[in-house]
């Protein structure tokens, strides 16, 4: 028999028989033969995952791999992907068994795609404050991908008080874009500290200050009020606020004033539309209180009544700037008070202070007061009544006002605002305002009305000719009607060109007409002359030449009781250096001597004119419900004559 030879050829057994393989007999037939069998196969890869796949711009790329049907060991190339570019690359596959046969090559397409948005960072806060009219300096923003940061800060008006937003843009090369970031702009208005927080503002002297009429008007500093017999003052803690300023009024009623002020007068021209800020608790006491601020005496604001305020609890009041500025009483560029203030009755009253600041206006310096502007409205009364001659022998007409325009001619006229010096001298009700005066049918007139402004129950109107036009001697004549009713205090008045320097009553007064209106007062003009007496050397004594100063009467009642608001009369001075003569409708009621004597000095000197309408005070008293508001006084014309 042949024999059977085995041989293996990658790892397969081949059988090659003759007669037969396995067992045999002895009678069987057989040869054997060397067969050898090659693998030609190739092996077969199978990829791991997806055949294409996306990776993000900049991350790692971490292969799945792929396997071999054969066991062997997959050989991967991604040596051409880059994972920093976008872009389609190529992953390739192969492996070879160990006959030598190579697979197919495999691939896988990795796709390097960006979709991720820049993310925006800004430098700095995200809300920030800039104080009106200065620039905006911004602070930048940054990409996390390094991108420049568009940013847009076109709508930020540092000129102007309000919020702005400014925004940050950022895209990258595939036009993703960031999400919008924004910083808020807040322009705040430049303010100057007086009293906050425990402390007196760096502008001003570091001590606290009163005056008292007590004691001669002399200032009290740094020592509590103990040199004030009237008024007192003392750090003390508010549950609320902290360290505040207690101010105590005394119970002998005398006029005495809390002040902070400065030695080196400051240029506050730029608060010109602003707020004076401060905030109030009356604890005990009348709560009526009253401010002012100063620019060096005798230049003031005069008093500025607020009226009921905090009253057992914190009220913040505010006080236009321009308010206290009227026509120019108040120069803004030498003030030397902070604030002036003081419980209006001055007498067994407590109130607490805090919070004292001047804030300039949203837009910048402006001459607007910010108060509402009232529309006169009326009908012309057409009224009757006397004239005065144009023309006077020995006479030449050197200034008149015919109030003939539209508006009043401020080249010759001033306008006083506010309240004046503890209601002008005499607690009157009125808050005057340039806005009641107005020129109609060529007539002046002065409206009172019955409205609240500034703590003020009323308001009016008081102009005066002061530091434009003053006089010395002549004839004056006015034409006017007067309003009529209880309460109501119309005036044609003089005083001496010396008053800003000497106060009154040592500058002179001369009373052209007084009316005061009510029980049968709107038949009576009163003319009248105040001095001092023994000149402007001697002490505060103000006397008249009134009949209750031992002169005539210085009154005059129409016949029949008629109402000087009826008609027009022509109120007349003639004042000459030895007399001053009253007249009306060309009738003289009143004459003063003027001697050479020092208390009557005032009298030869220059006078300026005021007409105003005042409301209320210690005379002539309030108005009652039987006072009809508005009132008006109606001016046809003013004529002032100098002898030849």
């Known amino acids: ?58 991350r790692v790329y971490n292969d799945q791999g792929a396997s071999s049907d054969t066991g062997e060991t997959v050989v991967v190339d991604a040596s051409l992907l880059d994972t920093s570019v976008v872009g389609s690359y190529t992953v390739t596959y192969n492996v070879v068994d160990a006959a030598g046969n190579e ?171 602003g707020k004076l800020k401060f905030d109030v608790k009356v604890v005990s006491g009348n709560a009526d209180i009253t401010m002012k601020v100063d620019c060096m005496f005798p230049c003031t604001s005069g008093d500025q009544r607020i009226g009921r305020s905090g009253v057992g609890e914190w009220e913040t009041i505010e006080v236009g700037v321009n308010s206290l500025v009227g026509n120019g009483r108040l120069d803004l560029s030498r003030i030397d008070t902070g604030i002036v203030i003081w419980a209006t009755n001055t007498q067994d009253t407590t109130f607490l202070l805090d919070n004292v600041y001047w804030e300039e206006s949203p837009t910048g310096a402006t001459t607007e007061t910010g108060l509402p502007s009232p529309t006169i409205s009326w009908e012309n009364p057409n009224l009757g009544g006397a004239f005065s001659s144009e023309s006077y022998p020995g006479y030449s007409l050197v200034w008149s006002d015919e109030f003939s325009g539209t508006e009043l001619n401020e080249v010759d006229w001033n306008y006083e605002i506010g309240t004046g010096n503890n209601g002008w001298g005499n607690n009157e009700l009125q808050y005057y305002r340039r806005e009641n005066t107005s020129l109609q049918d060529g007539l002046l007139i002065i409206e009172a009305r019955e409205e609240n402004v500034f703590g003020s129950q009323y308001t009016s109107s008081r102009i005066t000719t002061q530091n434009k036009k003053s006089f010395r001697y002549g004839r004056i004549d006015i034409r006017a009607a007067t309003p009529f009713g209880k309460g109501l205090w119309p005036a044609l008045w003089m005083l001496g060109d010396s008053f800003s320097s000497v106060g009154w009553p040592k500058s002179g007064e001369i009373d052209i007409m007084e009316m005061t209106g009510g029980s049968g007062g709107e038949s009576i003009v009163v003319g009248t002359a105040h001095w001092n007496r023994g000149g402007g050397a001697a002490a505060y ?84 419900q039987t006072t009809q508001f508005p009132q008006r006084m109606l001016v046809d014309y003013i004529r002032v004559f100098e002898a030849q």
């Open 541 to 624: 004594s103000p006397t008249s030449n009134a009949s209750n100063n031992g002169g005539p009467t210085n009154e005059y009642r129409l016949p029949g009781g008629e109402s000087l608001a009826a008609s027009f009369h022509v109120f007349s001075l003639v004042w000459t250096r030895d007399s001053i003569k009253w007249l009306i409708d060309g009738f003289q009621f009143n004459e003063m001597a003027i001697d050479n004597s020092a208390d009557l000095s005032p009298f030869r000197g220059g006078f300026f004119f005021i007409m105003n309408v005042a409301v209320g005070g210690n005379f002539p008293g309030a108005p009652d």
């Open 103 to 273: 697979a197919a090559e495999v691939t896988r397409t990795v796709n390097v795609v960006d979709t991720i948005a820049p993310v925006i960072s800004l430098t700095g806060d995200s809300q920030v404050s800039v104080i009106r009219g200065s620039p905006f300096i911004d602070q930048g923003a940054t990409s996390d991908t390094g991108e420049v940061v568009i940013v847009d800060a076109s709508s930020v008006d540092t000129s102007t008080v309000g919020t702005y937003i400014a925004t940050y843009n950022a895209a990258d090369e595939s036009g993703n874009k960031a999400v919008e970031v924004v910083r808020s702009i807040n322009v705040q208005p430049a303010v100057l500290s007086v009293f906050q927080n425990g402390n007196i503002g760096e502008s001003w002297n570091p001590v606290f200050n009163a005056f008292d009429q007590a004691n001669n008007w002399q200032t009290c500093s740094d020592d509590g009020g103990a040199s004030c017999p009237s008024i007192s003052w003392q750090m003390a803690s508010d549950t609320e606020r902290g360290d505040i300023l207690e101010i105590r009024h005394g119970s002998s009623g005398d006029m005495a004033g809390f002040f902070l002020k400065t030695d080196t007068p400051l240029d506050m021209s730029d608060y010109a539309g």
């Open 1 to 58: 028999m042949g024999n059977l030879i085995l041989k293996r050829v990658s790892q397969v057994a081949v059988c090659f028989t003759l007669l037969s393989c396995g067992g045999g007999g002895t009678d069987a037939t057989s040869s054997s033969s060397e067969l050898t069998s090659t693998d030609s196969t190739p092996p077969s890869i199978t990829l791991l995952g997806d055949t294409a796949i996306s990776v993000e711009r900049g």
